[in-house]
């Protein structure tokens, strides 16, 4: 099985912490790089080259619905799970129009969750 490269991108430290142990923990993913801002992530799109990009919808600067939309122009295989501690059915329409893949609220964020994002998104696994 190809190890899926991921891209954590929220403005709390403490949150891409909790992150990188819950994708350390998991053989099916790699970190490849962690961004406080939908700024610095699309600095880093290409040379961390993510198969997946874990990003919040709020942060200072750009938030994560913009950054989504230029992720998916520059990269449209790229897989992009919005994370927010609002409910998903309690965000504005932009975030389910913005290109995502999957929005995930933070407090059900779990290595399956992670898993089920990326069987259903992913490229086929040709292992």
Do not use: Y
């Not at 990188?20 to 992530?41: C, I, K, M, P, Y």
């Not at 880093?44 to 990009?53: K, N, R, S, T």
């Amino acid at each position: 099985m190809s190890r899926a490269r991921v891209l954590a991108v929220d403005d709390v430290a403490t949150f891409r912490r909790t992150l990188h142990t819950l994708l350390r923990t998991n053989r099916r993913f790699q970190l490849v790089g962690d961004a406080e801002s939908g700024e610095r992530a699309l600095a880093m799109l290409e040379d961390c080259a993510p198969h997946l990009v874990l990003m919040d919808i709020r942060m200072p600067g750009m938030g994560g619905i913009a950054a989504a939309r230029a992720i998916k122009t520059r990269r449209p295989c790229t897989v992009v799970a919005l994370m927010s501690t609002t409910h998903p059915s309690e965000l504005s329409a932009e975030a389910a129009t913005c290109g995502a893949n999957a929005i995930v609220w933070k407090p059900d964020l779990r290595a399956g969750v992670l898993e089920a994002i990326w069987l259903r998104h992913g490229p086929p696994d040709t292992t």
